[in-house]
């Protein structure tokens, strides 16, 4: 039987999904070991659907071109309706480097005015 071949680092191992071997060898310089193994799943990225723009009228008091928008409620049109993931909000593609999402996406008022947009009719 051939030895599978060593991974030479381990930081930076990539692999399909499948089984990973492991041998812990004591310190001692003795020659014991230990052996198990690891399974490897690779999952596949989640889908994001494109959704419309989500659109409010101004609601006429002092904050023009500002209102509070509920992004949780296009969390199923961005899945797909697909449970078990998590969708994060941010305001900006840098916060998501950032790792700053918006503090609470049930409540976010948008911080860009748009006067294009504002304006609704009866």
């Known amino acids: 039987m051939t030895a599978p071949p060593l991974i030479n680092n381990p930081s930076t191992y990539e692999s399909q999904s499948g089984t990973v071997w492991i041998r812990v060898t004591d310190a001692t310089g003795a020659g014991c070991y230990s052996t198990t193994s690891v ?26 071109g500002y209102r509070p ?8 049109a961005l899945t ?4 078990g993931v998590t969708v994060t909000y941010y305001a900006q ?4 480097a950032a790792n700053n999402p ?17 304006l609704c009719s009866a």
């Open 102 to 118: 918006i503090a609470n996406p049930a409540t976010y008022t948008n911080t860009v005015q748009d006067p294009a947009n504002h």
């Open 93 to 96: 593609q840098a916060d998501i």
């Open 80 to 83: 797909g309706g697909v449970t």
């Open 39 to 64: 399974a490897l799943t690779v999952l596949p990225k989640p889908v994001v659907s494109t959704i419309p723009v989500y659109a409010l009228c101004d609601n006429g008091d002092a904050n023009v």
């Open 69 to 76: 928008f509920d992004l949780t409620t296009r969390a199923a």
